[in-house]
Structure formats: C-alpha cells, structure tokens
C-alpha cells in the first residue's frame, strides 16, 4: 500500500523543461506573434507544475501490475481521432484477454466503437477541452467538469487500475488524477501532463497516430500488435443494409465533401466542379454524398448536378454511414473521418487536401495508409497549390480506382 502513494522524485527543473515549451527573452525585432506565442508556452509549463504538484497527493504506483483488473482509455476527442486509435483496443486486449478494458468518449463517438470485441464497456465523457462536441471550452468550463461532472465520478467508482490518455494534455492528466487511477500513461511534448504520468510515449509528428499509439500497449509488455488501421466491427444486417442502397448500376462512389476544419477543407468550388465533370462525362457512376446534417444543404447542390448522383448527407447515423463506406468500391473525402472509416474496410480512398495543409507527405506520416490510399495536396518546394478537379480525377484514372465508362 506504501508503494500506492509514493511521492515521485522529478526535480522541478524537469517538469518546466517540457518538450518545446522553452521560454527566452525576446530579442528586439520580435515580432508579436513570437512573443505571445512564449507567454503561451510559459504558461503550460506552469500549468505542468500544477498537474505535477497535484500528482504528488494522489494515489501512485511505480510499477504497472502484471495482471490489472481493469484498465481506463481516454480518447474524448472528435470522431477521426477516435477511429485512428481503435488498432490500441486490440492491442490491449491480446496482452490482457482478463482486464475490464473501458473507453471514456464523447457521445457522439459512442457509434464508433459498437459492438467492439476488445472493449468490455464505455463510459460517456463530454469533457470540454480538444473537441468539436462540447461547448464552450473555457478554463472555468475544464475545471467545473473536473470537480463536479457525473462522469468522473463514474471513473473514480470504478476503480480503475492503469488509465491512459491518448491525446496527452494537462486535463487529461487531470482527469486521471481526479478519478483516482494509480498507474497512469500519457504523451510527452503534445500538450502536457507528462509530469502527472508514469509512463508516456513521445509525440512524433513524423510517425503515424494509428501506430503511434500502439506504444502504450508495448509499455505494458505487449509485443504481438494488430495492423495499425482503424477498426469498425459491422453486423451483418448493416452491412446487408449498406448494400441495398445502391442502385446496381455502376461503380459505387462514396463523396464526403464536409471537413470540420477550415482551410483544410478543398473547398465547396473545388467539390462542385469535380462532381459537375463526373455527372457530365460519367452517368454510369452510382454515386452517394455523405455527411452530417451541417452538410445537407450543400450535399443537395452537388446532387442536383446529375440524375445518379443521391444526397445521404444529413439523412444517415455515423453506423448508417459506415455501411455504406464498407461497401463503395471508391471514397473522395477531405482529410476528415470518412476518409479513417474508409481505411477500416480497406475501401480505396482518395483524400484531397485544402491549402491549410502545406505538406502532403507530413500529413501522410501521421494521418495516411500503405494500401488503399491515395492523397493529393501541397509540397513544400514543390507545389504550392492545392490540387484541380481534373488532376484529382486524372491521378484517379492512373491510380486505376475510377472504372472506365466501358467497364
């Protein structure tokens, strides 16, 4: 019991020195924009002081337990993120076929992770902080959540063993701590709270998330790992109910035009063109245009363009949805949580990125795939423009994913 809760020996010193967040005095010239941006940096690292100070007076384990009873994952992040880490479900699972393996998301996601083999529950956790799904998201909104929401009483009744907070930020740390958990694993040099945690993997943004995080299993002695794709787990009637909404008359083309995230976005222009010149040259696609109900307004413009082009955006739930990407033999989306949903069926996929995206290979080392992916944007010294319409359909055609109109 004396090992529970053993005050850790990290030098302050350490704590401050968190990975990019190094404060030094401004030269003359600085621009304001630098300047603000160290004010920010030197107050997370104070935050991180805080998280560490708290962590001091919570219950501590210096080592994992060889067989934990259970086991808490925190992923209460926006619908991509969730898929992208689902691989670390099933990596957990094969170290641990025993534990209670319970994931803490938003309500929103709760979809994602029906009928999951690997989980043995989910806990609902609208925290508001690093998602679209709850708001407002201000300092007092993050501490209110932490003292006095249902949810981390859940946790904390629970009596977790071992918790992990993907993402990796201070109020996750937090999180875990208010819910009591002893042995804890998070992020270094994302967004803090590595000073509150046991173990962390380190944040590489040259290293793809969905592998990335399959690390947090290897801290724990995992050494047999799943592939690092998403993971979608389908009954038969949904996918039987995917296949009925297509219409048999051609190759079934998936479009997702909505992305959460501007100027990431390819753009409404981009996305009318691409699906005027496919409706004008190619009436033998069978084509459907996904997304949320804040896509529905768009999605009956594009459909407008052409007699086999159907608006399901809007109409559909997020499993309604899976269903009918698992069974498309093509995906164009933005960089966004059709094109993750793609990969989890191995559903050929082209993602167009918008400007915001300056490098496409750095968006590829963290968010692409080896096999049935393609993706088309800006390069650092090589392109400074997003992709047209008649590139992407020209690089589709090369790619052999679009069928001629003989085929």
Not at 108 to 128: E, R
Not at 379 to 407: F, H, K, N
Request: charged share 20%.
């Amino acid at each position: 019991m004396r090992d529970l809760f053993k005050i850790p020996r990290i030098p302050v010193l350490q704590v401050l020195r968190t990975q990019n967040s190094e404060l030094r005095t401004p030269r003359s010239g600085t621009s304001l924009t630098a300047i603000k941006q160290q004010l920010y940096h030197s107050r997370t690292r104070l935050f991180e002081l805080g998280v560490w100070a708290y962590s001091c007076r919570r219950p501590r384990r210096s080592t994992p337990p060889t067989t934990p009873r259970s086991l808490f994952v925190l992923r209460n992040n926006d619908l991509g993120d969730l898929l992208v880490i689902t691989p670390l479900f099933a990596a957990l699972r094969q170290r641990f076929p025993e534990a209670k393996i319970i994931a803490g998301v938003g309500s929103w996601a709760l979809p994602i992770l029906a009928h999951n083999p690997h989980l043995s529950g989910t806990l609902t956790v609208n925290a508001p902080w690093f998602n679209k799904g709850v708001q407002p998201q201000g300092w007092r909104d993050r501490w209110h959540y932490l003292q006095h929401s249902e949810a981390v009483a859940q946790i904390a009744a629970q009596q977790f063993d071992i918790g992990i907070d993907v993402l990796g930020s201070n109020w996750g740390a937090l999180l875990l701590l208010r819910a009591g958990i002893p042995y804890r694993l998070g992020v270094r040099g994302f967004a803090g709270g590595a000073a509150a945690m046991q173990q962390c993997i380190r944040f590489d943004p040259q290293q793809r998330v969905s592998r990335a995080v399959l690390g947090f299993a290897e801290l724990l002695g995992a050494t047999e790992l799943p592939d690092p794709r998403p993971q979608l787990f389908l009954t038969p009637d949904e996918r039987r109910a995917g296949e009925q909404i297509w219409t048999g008359r051609g190759q079934r083309v998936a479009i997702a035009p909505g992305s959460g995230r501007e100027p990431r976005y390819w753009g409404e222009a981009n996305w009318q063109q691409l699906v005027a010149r496919l409706a004008a040259t190619r009436s033998d696609l069978d084509v459907v245009l996904l997304g949320g109900p804040q896509d529905a307004d768009f999605g009956a413009q594009l459909a407008g363009l052409g007699t086999n082009i159907r608006n399901f955006a809007g109409r559909l739930s997020l499993r309604q949805t899976f269903s009918l990407l698992a069974t498309a033999e093509l995906v164009m989306t933005n960089s966004s949580m059709a094109l993750h949903a793609a990969a989890a069926f191995s559903t050929p996929a082209l993602a167009l990125l918008g400007s915001g995206f300056v490098s496409q290979q750095q968006h590829d080392a963290q968010w692409g795939y080896d096999q049935a992916y393609l993706s088309l944007g800006q390069e650092w010294g090589e392109r400074d423009r997003p992709y047209t319409p008649d590139e992407a359909i020209a690089s589709l055609q090369r790619q052999q994913w679009l069928t001629t109109a003989a085929q």
